[in-house]
């Protein structure tokens, strides 16, 4: 009795160490089963989805399909004359098994794996966020608009070809191509006979061959799948066989078609491009922008090649790549560069040539230290209304009016965001009545009208990125919003769907350096130069200020400079300055700083030999005077109150043109009264032989004390 306990022990302990020791596999996104090769021993597979174990089993007459969900599990069989699809859709949590003969699906059977999940958490497809890591199996490559991979194989296909992958767009843009099955003679000539693109929401394949005359015609176009550009992950699985015969299924999706079979025997397919449209020879095709995973090519996981030493790849695939980024990163493309705060682009905005105008799905990474300047803006020609986005004291602020009511967005209140770092920006309408802007992947929502939301289409016919230009059109009515642009960099703009190309723009006006986004810390700004002072700058050095005409210096024109002191020990002093040579000018600019408590004083006398010119400048009794002759009897003599004897130090500039004078304190512009004496009389005179600057008392008739800096 005691041995026949041991002999039972022994049979437990070698059904237990039996399971421990068959090693399952992660199920990947889709599995196909051949059908029964006699040549071949009968397999048994193992694979894991969550907490369950699918083990298939294929023999003379079935695949034997058994998944086991904790305690229970569940039994399928297919006969083994027909190959077996096996997909999992993780977004309904179920596995879908189908039979496929030579004319397609026979039939498709459907189990939950919902109890796989229990206990743990269960990430769905189609969540906004995804980790960027991705798993340990994954690998995530990001594509930018110039980003593509070309696999070339070492000989010719063999058929069936199996293509599975996972994807998402950047921005909800409307259409890019991800994929191409080809006939590459050589890295730049190609011939494209499957063509794999994602197009307003929906996956298309285009199937061409050559015709009797070498020309690349249409056979067939079929689309499947629905709002795949709309930001998540999505499935893309496709096959063809020699036959003709082809499957297409994207997310819940399923296609299937046929072409004929001469149209496939025709075809030498020796490659797969991945992103790449250059080569493709006509506009129609545009890029893919977004991210893939998980590409598997003839049961091939291709992007790992990516990032294993070439020594150590063995592959049957040649591998040429440019311009993309291993791992889930921000997708860089179409930088700018917007210099001053007068700068702008104008796009047209004509409904005919964007399906997907009105919208409103916008997409852009900015970086910047202005806190406040307008991004983008939108109007509504002949009405009241207008959509804006733009930077106030820091902060992103989306604001609306579409004549049913203001409404405005704006991003966290307590980030600054004019921190010189990028940031990603969304603009999404969900439904008819909310608009989510999303900031660094923080979400914000307003609601509207519905009226109001679809009143949005008539904002055309001009699209304004970076700033607005000064006319009477522009309304920012209670946006908070100033008139200044965008001072900074802008990237990777995608509005309506529609990726932003700055080659086809309306207009540019003002500085805007393309491609590329400039030392921030190089740019000149309005704060970069204080009291007015002229910010200078070029490629290798970094902002220098110009504080000739402003009574300052130092490197932002912000200190004080060294002046004279008059009136010292109650003496009268005055300064001459004598030219070498006489100076003809038609236009002066005076510029000096000066600190008095006097309400008297004379402060500078330009004059020519035998008085044929002067213009003068001083203080009486609180007010400033300045008189210009041009060689006749009585000087024209203008005035104002400028409240500049009060000790402190002010900043006076004079500038005269031909006989017009103004008068500036502070950087302020004062307005003058009298003076109009030489303006009908101006074509006669001539502005001859300055020689001569008198400063401080230069009629030597009375005292002043204070200083006066240049």
Known sequence: MQNNHIVFILVLIFIFYDQSIQLCQKFSNHLIISTINKTIPISKRCYTIGQCHLTVTTSDYHHHIKLKQNNDSSQLFFSSK?????????????????????????????????????????????????????????????????????????????????????????????????????????????????????????????????????????????????????????KLYFEIDLNGIFKIVVDDDIRTSQIPTYVVSSWNINALLVGDTRRLNTDIFQPFIGYMSDLIFNDEYLFKNLITRKQDIQSLFHIYSQHIIVGYRIAFFNLITIETQTSHIAFSERESQNKNHGKLDIYFLFRSYVPDGIILYRYAQGLNEYFAIGLRAGILTLFMDFGFGKRQIVSDESTKLADGKWHEVRVTRIGTDKIELVVDNRVNRSTLSANGIRNAVSLQPVLYIGGIPNNNLINLTDSGLNSYGFQGCLS??????????????????????????????????????????????????????????????????????????????????????????????????????????????????????????????????????????????????????????????????????????????????IKLEGGNKYLNQLESKSFLAQRRLRIGNFKNISQWNGIIAA
């Open 492 to 669: 990777s703009f995608i509005v309506d769907g529609r990726l932003l190309d700055y080659q086809t723009a309306l207009a540019l006006h003002g500085k805007v350096n393309m491609n590329v986004c400039s030392d921030l810390n190089k740019l000149c700004y309005d704060f970069t130069c204080i009291h007015s002072g002229i910010c200078i700058t070029n490629d290798n050095d970094g902002p220098k200020c110009d504080c000739m005409e402003t009574a300052y210096i130092g490197e932002r024109c912000d200190k004080l400079p060294n002046g004279f002191y008059f009136g010292k020990r109650n003496l009268i002093g005055s300064l001459e300055y004598v030219m070498a040579q006489t100076r003809q000018t038609e236009h002066d600019i005076i510029t000096f700083g000066l600190q008095t408590y006097s309400i008297s004083a004379q402060i500078f006398r330009l004059e020519s030999d035998l008085n044929l010119y002067s213009l003068e400048y001083e203080i009486v009794r609180g007010r400033s005077y300045i008189k210009l002759n041009l060689g006749e009897k009585q000087s024209d003599i203008y005035s104002a109150i400028t409240h500049i004897t009060d000790g402190i130090y002010h900043a006076i500039k004079i500038i005269r043109k031909f006989s017009i004078i103004e008068l500036y304190v502070d950087g302020i512009r």
């Open 82 to 234: 027909f190959k077996l699809l096996i997909n999992y859709d993780s977004h309904n949590t179920q596995m879908l098994f189908s039979s496929i003969s030579t004319n397609g699906i026979i039939n498709t059977t459907n189990i939950s794996t919902k109890n796989c999940y229990i206990g743990k958490e269960f990430v769905k497809r189609n969540t906004r966020q995804y980790n960027r890591s991705g798993s340990t199996s994954s690998i995530i490559i990001t594509f930018n608009s110039s980003s593509f991979i070309d696999y070339r194989h070492k000989t010719i296909l063999n058929y069936p070809l199996r293509l599975s992958v996972r994807f998402r767009t950047l921005g909800r843009i409307s259409n890019g191509v991800l994929f191409s099955l080809i006939y590459g003679k050589s890295i730049s000539s190609i011939i494209p006979f499957i063509i794999i693109e994602h197009t307003n929401g929906k996956i298309e394949i285009t199937i061409l061959r050559l015709d009797e005359r070498k020309v690349l015609s249409n056979v067939t176009s079929i689309q499947c799948g629905k709002n795949v550009n709309n930001d998540n992950w999505h």
